[in-house]
Structure formats: C-alpha cells, structure tokens
C-alpha cells in the first residue's frame, strides 16, 4: 500500500574514518566491514531477509 512512497526511504552509510586524525580507530577493521557491506554475499543476505516467512523480502539493498 505504501510501497515506493519517499517516506520509506531510508538510507544507511559507512563512512571509515581517517586513520591519520583518528590514530586510535581500528582502520582496517573499518575497511573490511565497509568492503564487506558492498559484497555480493552482503547483498543476497539483506535482499532474501523475510521472503522465507512472508513470500518477499523485507529490504532492498543497492549500491550506487
């Protein structure tokens, strides 16, 4: 009923942070789960959520 309304839509970023002003973050533990959240694996994962139990997914993802 609401599907595709601009309301929904609701966006979620990684943004890895310099390791050069930020020396105590883990950078390269940023850097695999950022890599990891573009993965293909990742992305089958989120789009299959909820079609088991109701017949479609709950979420979509998409890369830009």
């Known amino acids: 009923m609401l599907e595709g309304d601009p309301m929904l839509h609701n966006p979620y970023t990684v ?3 310099s390791s050069e002003r930020h020396p105590d973050v883990n ?3 940023a850097v695999r789960f950022s890599d ?4 293909d694996d990742v992305h089958a994962v989120i789009n299959g959520y909820g079609v088991e139990q109701f017949g479609e997914p709950l979420f ?3 890369t830009p």
């Not at 990891?36 to 993965?39: A, D, E, V, Y």
């Open 27 to 29: 950078h390269q533990a």
């Open 15 to 17: 943004i890895v942070v």
């Open 60 to 62: 979509f993802s998409h």
């Open 36 to 39: 990891s959240l573009l993965s």
